[in-house]
């Protein structure tokens, strides 16, 4: 019974063999000519052509014709294959597809050649309507065949030229109504991109006319920006070696590494591919190529890869590339963070010192930024004033002098001012009592913030509010406060030439000020501190003062610290806070809390005005 049921079995299974085909052979083209989703793709494959033709000079015009728009492309290189009567062989052309000549031509060892499908043509059914394709024979004379889209005929004629030609000139007319954007530009982005290593191994040289745009494009292999990675480990397999080409740049989103075969591009970021979409593949600190020539390529569109042996070869030989990679990308963002830490802290700085310049000298005194010396000529202005019947002004000490000291360095070049571009009021906003004087002085900065001192014309005068002024003319003031409190706008024009500045200062006038509150801590002049960062998490504690250190510690693993950090304004003016928050419980003493928000308020008022 159980050799019966054997043989039962065997009898069973299909004993018939056969071999696929095309069943409806112009459906089969139909699909494979829109299969091309691209239509830059396309123009770079017919480029491709006139490159694996051994052309030197490609010319791609856009323009129009009575027809409609057109793309053209001549080539300089050995045209359309010849028949046995010397007359270019469309007919081949029309009838093998899917059997190309280059890919017996790579049988028998012939290098260089991209193409291997036969179906390169076809994709012109992405791109327009009628394809034209050009080019001569021995004797002479120029032929030429037409296809047209949804179309299986084709035919081809003489074409009446008065001298032949070599190469090719393919035109393709009218082009679709979908592609009137892409303008030579693009088109020329695209190919620089698309074709870099073939342009630049063939010397090919290729040039975009725009009619439209009357405008010409010349196509360049696309040069990469960074520092150039060099030493990485071999990439080397048993079906090829795979070239690398990579470049560490400051982290943003046109930092891609493209995929390449044999030179042209498959895909414009690795990060396409599922085994590459992390990091160092999408930091965003990497440009370059990767040219893997072992790889299979779906025929159609030509930017899908097969995932056979030689894709898992590929991806088993990027290994030791990607923890060499995320090394240098780790060396990278610590390096950029010491150099964001500097400028940063430079930016605070120099706020503060603006800051501290605009507020009152004796409230905000904390880091000797106002010298201890006032110009003479300042000084015999102002007692010119008081000669002619104002009353004895003592002049404070920390008023910066416009004179240049003998004893001051001589100036680079670029450390000479340029013309006037600001202007601001020192202090910007005080108080004073009623009934006394105060000192004035107009800050003349250039576009660098750099002091301005030759050739001003200096303008003071009240815009609001009671007083007098003495020295209106000078670039140091007085004013003597009216006798009934109140708010008093001065006002100061400043020209050099035929710039005009203007700037206003704040003061208001009270009955009394409580002095001993205002004076800040006398141990504070140190200097502008620094910062420095901890990670404390879980600590509620923002920032601290070190003032053995004179610096701003601040903890980094505190939640603000992490969302500012997202964003470098963001950051910077964070930062700024912290420090005008420390600077202010460093410096007013034994003063009560609403006086400390109200000083915190100001300060910060005046310093984020000055941030950059």
Not at 17 to 27: A, E, F, S, T, Y
Not at 106 to 120: D, P, S
Not at 431 to 455: E, G, H, I, Y
Not at 478 to 507: H, K, W, Y
Request: proline share 6%; net charge neutral; hydrophobic share 35%.
């Amino acid at each position: 019974m159980a050799k019966e049921k054997s043989k039962t079995e065997k009898l069973k299974k299909p004993t018939t063999k056969g071999q696929l085909r095309i069943g409806d052979q112009w459906n089969a083209i139909t699909i494979i000519a829109l299969s091309q989703n691209n239509p830059l793709k396309a123009m770079a494959e017919f480029v491709e052509n006139s490159i694996d033709a051994r052309a030197k000079n490609i010319l791609i015009i856009r323009g129009k014709a009575k027809g409609g728009s057109y793309l053209k492309i001549i080539d300089d290189g050995v045209g359309i294959p010849l028949n046995e009567q010397g007359i270019p062989n469309f007919q081949y052309v029309a009838t093998h597809i899917c059997d190309s000549i280059k890919k017996k031509l790579k049988e028998k060892g012939a290098t260089g050649i991209q193409g291997e499908f036969g179906i390169g043509l076809l994709s012109f059914w992405t791109v327009g309507e009628t394809m034209t394709l050009s080019s001569c024979g021995k004797d002479g004379r120029a032929y030429q065949m037409k296809m047209q889209k949804g179309h299986s005929g084709y035919f081809t004629t003489h074409r009446h030229l008065l001298t032949p030609f070599p190469g090719t000139e393919m035109m393709i007319s009218p082009l679709l109504p979908g592609l009137r954007l892409i303008n030579g530009e693009k088109i020329q982005r695209y190919l620089s991109s698309e074709l870099r290593d073939r342009i630049r191994t063939s010397e090919v040289k290729i040039k975009v006319m725009d009619h439209f745009l009357r405008a010409e494009f010349p196509v360049e292999p696309r040069q990469f920006s960074g520092q150039l990675i060099h030493q990485l480990p071999v990439l080397s397999t048993d079906k090829g070696e795979i070239y690398s080409e990579l470049y560490l740049n400051s982290p943003g989103p046109d930092n891609r590494i493209g995929l390449y075969r044999g030179g042209t591009r498959v895909l414009a970021s690795m990060t396409e591919l599922d085994e590459f979409n992390r990091p160092p593949w999408t930091s965003g600190y990497l440009q370059g190529i990767i040219d893997v020539p072992f790889l299979h390529l779906t025929p159609g569109t030509r930017d899908g890869i097969i995932r056979d042996e030689e894709f898992m070869a590929f991806c088993q030989a990027m290994a030791p590339v990607h923890q060499k990679l995320l090394t240098l990308i780790e060396e990278q963002q610590r390096a950029q963070e010491e150099r964001s830490s500097k400028q940063i802290l430079k930016a605070v700085q120099l706020a503060l010192k603006e800051a501290i310049l605009a507020l009152p000298q004796e409230e905000y005194d904390w880091f000797e930024i106002h010298p201890a010396r006032i110009s003479s000529a300042a000084q015999g202005g102002l007692a010119a004033d008081q000669a002619q019947g104002g009353e004895e002004v003592t002049l404070e000490a920390g008023y910066p002098s416009i004179e240049p000291s003998e004893s001051e360095p001589q100036k680079s070049f670029f450390e000479f001012p340029g013309p006037l571009f600001r202007v601001k009021i020192s202090p910007t906003a005080c108080n004073m009592a009623v009934n006394t004087v105060r000192v004035f002085r107009v800050l003349c900065r250039d576009k660098s913030n750099r002091p301005v001192d030759q050739n001003l014309a200096v303008q003071w005068n009240l815009l609001q509010g009671e007083g007098s002024l003495a020295n209106q003319n000078g670039v140091f003031v007085s004013l003597t406060a009216p006798a009934e409190p109140g708010l008093t706008r001065l006002g100061v024009v400043v020209r050099q030439d035929d710039i005009e500045c203007r700037s206003e200062a704040f003061i208001t006038v009270t009955d009394s000020i409580l002095l001993e509150q205002l004076i800040p801590s006398a141990s504070s002049k140190k200097g502008l501190p620094g910062y420095t960062l901890t990670s404390s998490p879980g600590e509620p504690w923002r920032s601290r003062y070190d003032p053995d250190q004179n610096l701003v510690v601040i903890n980094n693993a505190h939640r603000d610290f992490v969302y500012s950090s997202k964003e470098h304004s963001r950051k910077l003016r964070y930062i700024c806070r912290l420090f005008t928050k420390e600077l202010i419980l460093a410096n007013f003493i034994n003063i009560d809390p609403a006086q400390l928000l109200e000083r915190m308020v100001e300060l910060s008022l005046y310093t984020e005005e000055s941030l950059r």
